[in-house]
């Protein structure tokens, strides 16, 4: 069956970088892009971005252009999410999840991945 | 960027009742439109993509109708393990955007 397994809890100070991976399973990797979604306590859900095992291309949300960086290494069939400049309003519960090519829509997720801003 | 308007933000519903969630994209998305619950300290899950298709495994209870700009998710008979908040969301053009969410409580 399709699994996106996260790494663990991340407890970081003001302006470093953080990098949250998800090793997947069940599926052939390269043929899904992989997206990051992230959720503040008690809020709704912003996406991130975007990327392609494949191809490597990626798409960000422009909020994050320029501190966001996603990439994989098919090898392991894991995804990475980079975040850099921490700020203490980047505390969230960030998600990967994987996207059906056709519609886009958000099939199987990971189970997220804590980190915490603070100094 | 697409803003999508979910519509009531919370209900109080009895089980067995009929349940009825809204949303409205800013402008048009076709049928790109998915819905997903999510129970606390758990991840979404996907209920509805393509605006109507039922997700495998996904009770028929659920449904999902609409094209264009206004959406309806639609739970004919609510469940105990229905109460949730359930999140509508856009991949017409990204950047992918979310509604606000609608929690759903017991009455």
């Known amino acids: 069956q399709v699994q996106l397994d996260q790494s663990g809890a991340e407890l970081k100070k003001p302006g470093a970088s953080v990098k949250v991976s998800c090793k997947t399973s069940?599926?052939?990797?390269?043929?899904?892009?992989i997206n990051w979604v992230r959720q503040a306590n008690g809020q709704g859900l912003e996406w991130m971005g975007w990327m392609n095992p494949s191809s490597g291309n990626t798409g960000y949300a422009q909020k994050f252009q320029g501190r966001v960086s996603m990439t994989s290494d098919t090898s392991v069939t894991t995804a990475y999410m980079e975040l850099t400049s921490l700020k203490s309003d980047d505390t969230a519960v960030y998600y990967c999840a994987r996207s059906h090519v056709a519609t886009n829509h958000l099939d199987h997720w990971g189970q997220g991945t804590l980190v915490t801003v603070s100094s | 960027d697409i803003q999508m308007t979910q519509s009531p933000s919370s209900l109080s519903a009895s089980v067995g009742d009929r349940v009825t969630i809204t949303c409205r994209a800013s402008q048009s998305i076709s049928t790109f439109l998915s819905w997903y619950q999510q129970k606390p300290g758990t991840a979404p899950k996907l209920l509805i993509y393509g605006a109507s298709s039922l997700q495998s495994g996904v009770p028929s209870r659920f449904s999902g109708s609409g094209s264009g700009t206004d959406f309806t998710l639609t739970i004919s008979s609510l469940q105990p393990e229905d109460f949730a908040t359930y999140y509508c969301q856009q991949s017409y053009s990204t950047p992918w955007t979310f509604g606000r969410g609608a929690k759903v409580e017991i009455k």
């Open positions: 069940g599926y052939t990797f390269m043929r899904y892009d």
